[in-house]
């Protein structure tokens, strides 16, 4: 059965608007024996998901009968397949979406809702941790998709450089950690400049500048929709973005070079090369056993706290993906099978161990989620993690904030720090735009 949807005015970014459309799929797919699958790259490589996931799903097939297509697709280009796909008429019927896209996904109709019933066929809300459940969609509306995949933000030092500059524990608030990031800023070889920093950052991703704006802000006690209405430019909002941009430039902590970072990968050598001790990113798992690093190199604490009166404890956005089934599927208790099986406690223990990311249910345990690194995580989304804004703008607020940000610190890096008036009337201008749908 063909449905089509329409995306209210105004709610979503340029482009952002879903047109009618149908699963794709043949004579198999209409009599419910092909379902296909588009997840998202959530390993180093594309070929690397496949051999994840390509026996799992086989599982799948073994107990069901339903034969999956899988087609894994970058994040960075996403988000693009998902418009391309409904406007040509042809998308999947299962697919990830990044979780802050929920909203903005679910105001167009394009996504199916998850109502109670079909909640309780996974088990239910409780299954799922509290905070990346609020991930799935517009606050007050049935969920526009389910829990897959979660991150959190987590701070890693590099012990060896700590204990040559005499630190003995990470910092516990952010006022610490700046002071221990200037003990490990350094002139190592006598030149006069620094050559090891404090802290490295990847400068040029819009998103990430984003995430460190609006975790620094929220943690100040910044709201940028109160009573569902764009507001960024507040004083705790202008404060966390002062502080992010004065890492680099008040504080002298960052290499000014690191503003030309694009990718995770600079910043990952840095850190394990020796040129920065800490480093703020979202839960590893394995990754940096590719730079050559084991847990005896490195160590995993919490975000620092804030201590600023009237501020929050907020450690982390929550970050992740989430999965969902698109309303178009001919083949809907297929789909909805699907997700059952993804967010099993088995397979979320088999993936989220595979991936190094957090289980989106409380039910999945296992060796992989005992690790100093894993109960930090674990105990940041139960405590301090705070969703993105669950508003259909939301996409709109991530692109604008983060490409000024991004300009900001580029900005900072040539010794032009922006004041706080200049930071406070673009993002005023910034929430006009989102105001206006523009």
């Given at each position: 059965?063909?449905?089509?949807?329409?995306?209210?005015?105004?709610?979503?970014?340029?482009?952002?608007?879903?047109?009618?459309?149908?699963?794709c799929?043949?004579?198999d797919?209409?009599?419910?024996?092909v379902?296909?699958?588009?997840?998202?790259?959530?390993?180093?490589?594309?070929?690397?998901?496949?051999?994840i996931?390509?026996?799992?799903?086989a599982?799948?097939?073994?107990?069901?009968?339903?034969?999956?297509?899988?087609?894994?697709?970058?994040?960075?280009?996403?988000?693009?397949?998902?418009?391309?796909?409904?406007?040509?008429?042809?998308?999947?019927d299962?697919?990830?979406?990044?979780?802050?896209?929920?909203?903005?996904?679910?105001?167009?109709?394009?996504?199916?809702?998850?109502?109670?019933?079909?909640?309780?066929?996974l088990?239910?809300?409780?299954r799922?941790?509290?905070?990346?459940?609020?991930?799935?969609g517009?606050?007050?509306?049935?969920?526009?998709?389910?829990?897959l995949?979660?991150?959190?933000?987590?701070?890693?030092?590099?012990?060896?450089?700590?204990?040559?500059?005499?630190?003995?524990?990470?910092?516990?608030?952010?006022?610490?950690?700046?002071t221990t990031?200037?003990?490990?800023?350094?002139?190592?070889?006598g030149?006069?400049?620094?050559?090891?920093?404090?802290?490295?950052?990847?400068g040029?991703?819009?998103?990430?500048?984003?995430?460190?704006?609006?975790?620094?802000?929220?943690?100040?006690?910044?709201?940028?929709?109160?009573?569902?209405?764009p507001?960024?430019?507040?004083?705790?909002?202008?404060?966390?973005?002062?502080?992010?941009?004065?890492?680099?430039?008040?504080?002298k902590?960052?290499?000014?070079?690191?503003?030309?970072?694009?990718?995770?990968?600079?910043?990952?050598?840095?850190?394990?090369?020796?040129?920065?001790?800490?480093?703020?990113?979202?839960?590893?798992?394995?990754?940096?056993?590719?730079?050559?690093l084991?847990?005896?190199?490195?160590?995993v604490?919490?975000?620092?706290?804030?201590?600023?009166?009237g501020g929050?404890?907020?450690?982390?956005?929550?970050?992740?993906?989430n999965?969902?089934?698109?309303?178009s599927?001919?083949?809907e208790?297929?789909?909805?099978?699907?997700?059952?099986?993804?967010?099993?406690?088995?397979?979320?223990?088999?993936?989220?161990?595979?991936?190094?990311?957090?289980?989106?249910?409380?039910d999945?345990?296992?060796?992989?989620?005992?690790?100093?690194?894993?109960?930090?995580?674990?105990?940041?989304?139960?405590?301090?993690a705070?969703?993105?804004?669950?508003v259909?703008?939301?996409?709109?607020?991530?692109?604008?904030?983060?490409?000024?940000?991004?300009?900001?610190?580029a900005?900072?890096?040539?010794?032009?720090?922006?004041?706080?008036?200049?930071?406070?009337?673009?993002?005023?201008?910034?929430?006009?735009?989102v105001?206006?749908?523009?």
């Amino acid at each position: 059965m063909r449905r089509s949807w329409r995306a209210p005015l105004g709610v979503l970014t340029a482009g952002l608007v879903l047109l009618a459309g149908t699963a794709c799929g043949g004579d198999d797919a209409a009599e419910g024996k092909v379902l296909t699958y588009w997840a998202s790259q959530q390993s180093p490589s594309v070929q690397r998901d496949k051999e994840i996931l390509t026996p799992e799903l086989a599982k799948f097939t073994a107990r069901t009968g339903i034969t999956v297509r899988l087609e894994v697709i970058p994040f960075t280009e996403l988000l693009n397949k998902i418009l391309t796909a409904t406007t040509s008429g042809q998308g999947p019927d299962v697919l990830n979406i990044g979780n802050t896209w929920s909203a903005s996904l679910q105001a167009t109709g394009a996504l199916m809702p998850w109502d109670e019933a079909k909640l309780g066929t996974l088990g239910g809300a409780a299954r799922f941790e509290p905070a990346a459940l609020q991930t799935t969609g517009a606050q007050g509306k049935a969920p526009a998709a389910v829990p897959l995949y979660n991150k959190v933000y987590q701070l890693y030092y590099n012990k060896k450089l700590f204990t040559a500059a005499g630190l003995t524990k990470p910092p516990a608030t952010w006022d610490e950690f700046v002071t221990t990031a200037k003990k490990l800023t350094r002139d190592t070889t006598g030149d006069g400049k620094p050559d090891q920093w404090g802290l490295s950052l990847r400068g040029q991703a819009a998103t990430v500048a984003l995430h460190y704006a609006y975790i620094l802000g929220s943690a100040q006690g910044a709201e940028y929709f109160p009573g569902g209405k764009p507001a960024f430019d507040s004083p705790p909002a202008v404060a966390g973005i002062r502080q992010y941009l004065g890492w680099m430039g008040s504080d002298k902590v960052v290499n000014p070079s690191d503003a030309e970072n694009a990718d995770w990968a600079d910043v990952y050598e840095a850190f394990a090369g020796g040129k920065a001790g800490m480093m703020l990113v979202q839960t590893l798992g394995r990754t940096l056993a590719d730079y050559k690093l084991s847990p005896d190199d490195y160590g995993v604490a919490p975000m620092p706290a804030s201590t600023v009166a009237g501020g929050k404890d907020v450690g982390s956005f929550v970050g992740g993906t989430n999965v969902a089934v698109f309303a178009s599927t001919r083949n809907e208790t297929g789909a909805i099978d699907l997700v059952k099986f993804l967010t099993s406690a088995p397979e979320q223990v088999t993936l989220n161990t595979a991936y190094g990311t957090i289980p989106a249910v409380r039910d999945a345990t296992g060796p992989a989620f005992e690790s100093p690194e894993m109960k930090i995580a674990r105990q940041t989304i139960a405590t301090r993690a705070v969703p993105m804004p669950r508003v259909p703008q939301e996409t709109q607020f991530e692109t604008l904030i983060g490409k000024n940000v991004v300009a900001w610190l580029a900005d900072t890096a040539t010794g032009k720090q922006p004041t706080d008036a200049q930071i406070s009337a673009a993002l005023q201008a910034a929430a006009g735009k989102v105001s206006a749908g523009g």
